[in-house]
């Protein structure tokens, strides 16, 4: 289970609800990566052997193997190309975003 | 080469205890991070201090890492963590473990005393160096873990000048002299090998350091996919070597039969464009010489 | 003393009074570092923890600098921990990045800094320039008077520092070479009663497995000023919390300190002087000279320079307020302007139609003696301006020549 973009977080709307200087939840997302990205990792699920090398690699981890296929999160995927890369088997193509 | 290993990628935990970091794209400072953490688990408390890593990984209210985690001024990664571990320790937390994560900025140059002082006093904490080989969150100036030869934005490469003109520090030989319980080298490339050292680590008490070689694609200037590629690269032509102290005595974890040539690790990184077949010697000679020193030690 | 002063009497060094009430608050950490006037300081409190004298059990780092003495303190706080560290002078410089850290974060770490001017030209020697280039560091700042008054005051630093209202850093200056090197009789509380006045540090400010947190965190330019904003309003409540604490304090050991500044024979004094630490004590005996020669001269002791008595430097300027000149004696300096102290007590009191004349003195910088006679020359000053003859707003005082 990866952590999640919480997508109606409550931002502090009025002073109270800001503490000064002390601690803050661990483990909380508010904003997403995906806008960085230009080229977006798909797999070939027929062509993956579960070698996890993409999975080890993946400098955001946002590759899961809890599936029967691997699966890819793309709020968190900047799509840096690690994965296809490393890939022996070539299942995993880079796509320009929009096409 | 292959590294023996206990860990098989398919029993790892899926669950990420560092994620969504603002990190450059092709990061190889969040694959040293995350693997660290799969074996650290949970009841891991970070810090870090002012660096890359930090940077973007707390900006209020969004915070990157699941498990505890503070940040701490840039000479102190070292020093904060000798505290927690002292507050811990009376605090009587068992099976924690206190783990503090810099560069090399940040441990070779600036934390470099408090780090010493740790070591001495042999305090209870991990220390991971993530090597990225120059400072790298202001925007890619030269450490005293920046490579011989190296471009950084204060060791220009261009019309008289040759990129840095000095060998990088050796952490590692530094860290042992100290005489801690267990200090290593590792390289995200080699996955299986960081996270045995990080176990080994984990099951020891006392001061114990890995310093992680980190491919950087914004500061050495190849394109993001290729940092595992180049992490390989580096350890295959021996300008990087995995490395363990332990109990005293020192190991190779990883002795390359020969070495793939330089220019190859070399030639597709911007910060080293500048080199010519004669810097390339240069640096296939001093690092014979410096395994030639490694396998006097180990041999010893 | 309308109460009987608990306790038992026992002549001690201002460090080691120091010590002994960094004894009775049982911090759960320590690290510190060595250095002169502080050093003696250091080396009870290692005596204390090496005997098992400590009132709670006790990790004493020996760090390699102050910045990591700071930074382990912040590190052992953020896990929960009552902590407690003590420096001087350069040291305290050296820690100033730390400084910043841990005020910003609001950890209640408690530390002693034993005042000495800071190099270069070197001196070993005391003034105040240490703690109060630190005055913009978002600690709350004590100065004492004496080595009763320091142990006093660290108990009142826990109590203050570690109330969720305040959850702010404590610094308690002490004198150097003056007071922490010098015996008098000194008041150690029992610890029954110190338990009752200071209760076992509980917070939730702090790292927690069962619900992890983010500590020291980046708030940017969307919260960053708003976070500071309510800095400020800390330090706001902080004032009514010391006033209340130091009542609290007198109640169970018979000894006060009125808040953030106290008076001496202000009531109806026409010439006043404000002084901070041990000072106070060599103003006191020329105020009793003066009055006995018929002079309405008064003394303020600033004990707080942050959060500064503002208000109470206000009230001199009131129609009510007989105060007619105030002088201001600064150990301090900052070059191109003047004492820290006289810009801060000339900021508070401004209003227009201002009735009140000041004068700035700056004394004691480097070990140089501040003696009685010098007093004397400073009420003289204020005596001439307020029969009208000219006096320049800033003036050295006591240097060998005149």
Known sequence: MKPRLIRDFHFPARPEELAFGVCTDAGVLTTANSGWRVFRPVLDASKCIRCLFCWVYCPDGVIGKEEKDLTIDYDYC??????????????ISMVKEGE | MTIDSKFQFSDLSDQELLYGAKTCPGCAAT???????????????????????????????????????VVTAFPATASTIAGMAAAAEMQGLEDVTILGIAGDGGTADIGLQALSGVCERNDNVIYLCYDNEAYMNTGIQRSSSTPWGAWTTTSPAGEGERGKTKYRKNLFDIIAAHRVPYCATASVAYPMDLMEKVAKAKAIKGARFIHVHA?????????????????????????????????????????????????????????????????????????????????????? | MTKTQKGKGRFLSGNEAAAEAVRLCGPQVIAAYPITPQTTLMEKLSEFVAAGEMSAPCKL??????????????????????????????GLLYMCEM??????????????????????????????????AMRDSGWIQFYVESGQEALDTILQAY???????????????????????????????????????????????????????????????????ESRCLQQKVFDEAVGVIERVDEEFYGLFGRR????????????????LAVTGSAAGTT?????????????????????LRPFPAKFFASLNSPQNSCKVLGVLDRNISFGLEGGLYTDAKASMYRPGAKINTLGFVAGLGGHDVSKADIEVMFGKLANLAEGKPEEEHQFIGMRWA
Not at chain 2, 38 to 63: D, I, M, S
Not at chain 3, 260 to 271: G, H
Not at chain 3, 285 to 300: H, M, T, W
Request: glycine share 6%.
């Open chain 1, 78 to 91: 900047k799509g840096c190309g690690v994965c296809a890369h490393e890939c022996p088997k070539k299942a």
């Open chain 2, 31 to 69: 694959i040293a991070v995350r693997l660290a953490l799969k074996v650290l688990g949970e009841r891991t408390f970070v810090c870090v201090p002012a660096c890359c890593l930090a940077a973007t990984t707390n900006a209020y209210p969004q915070v990157s890492f699941a498990v505890n985690y």
């Open chain 2, 215 to 300: 491919p950087c694609p914004t500061g050495w200037g190849y394109s993001s996919e290729k940092t595992i590629e180049y992490g390989k690269l580096a350890v295959e032509s021996g300008l990087w070597y995995l490395a363990e102290y332990e109990n005293g005595e020192m190991k190779l974890n990883l002795t390359p039969k020969t070495f793939k040539p330089a220019e190859l690790y070399l030639k597709g990184q911007r910060r080293f464009r500048h080199m010519t077949e004669q810097d390339y010697k240069l640096i296939e000679e001093n690092r014979d010489r410096e395994w030639d020193l490694l396998k006097e030690r180990v041999k010893a």
């Open chain 3, 61 to 90: 780092l020996l760090v390699e600098s102050e910045h990591s003495a700071m930074a382990a303190v912040m590190g052992a706080a953020m896990m929960g921990s009552r902590v407690f560290t003590a420096t001087s002078s350069q």
């Open chain 3, 99 to 132: 400084l910043n850290y841990v005020s910003g974060s609001r950890f209640p770490v408690v530390m002693a800094n034993a005042n000495r001017g800071t190099a270069t030209p070197w001196t070993i020697f005391g003034d105040q320039r240490d703690s109060f």
């Open chain 3, 159 to 225: 109590r203050i520092a570690e109330l969720p209202d305040v959850m702010l850093p404590v610094m308690v200056n002490i004198d150097g070479f003056t007071l922490p090197h010098t015996y008098d009789l000194v008041q150690v509380p029992e610890q029954k009663a110190v338990d009752a006045f200071l209760p076992a540090f509980k917070t939730f400010n702090k790292l927690s497995l069962e619900a992890p947190k983010c500590m020291s965190f980046a708030y940017g330019p969307d919260y960053h000023l």
């Open chain 3, 257 to 272: 300190y009125h808040g953030l500044a106290d008076t001496y024979r202000c009531e109806d004094a026409e010439l006043v």
């Open chain 3, 284 to 304: 006191r005996v020329v105020v009793d000279k003066l009055r006995a020669e018929g002079k309405k001269v008064g003394l303020i002791k600033v004990r707080c």
